[in-house]
């Protein structure tokens, strides 16, 4: 099995308002991802699916939000 995409992170800058970022890139499964958040100070917290995020697009070839 070959895997046709070299991507394996997406990078946004939050501005207090947007809720809802995409990802462009299949995923297998929602615990597929790993969804951190960046503070001022750098300190990077993981995040919890389901309590602190979800996903959708869950096996779309175009990725999914």
Do not use: C, F
Not at 6 to 34: E, H, K, M
């Amino acid at each position: 099995m070959s895997i046709s995409s070299t991507v394996s992170r997406s990078d946004y800058v939050g501005n207090g308002a947007t809720s809802v970022y995409a990802y462009g890139y299949r995923v297998i499964a929602q615990t597929d991802l790993l969804v951190t958040v960046r503070n001022l100070a750098g300190v990077e917290t993981t995040l919890a699916l389901t309590t602190d995020y979800t996903v959708s697009g869950v096996g779309a070839d175009a990725g999914g939000n």
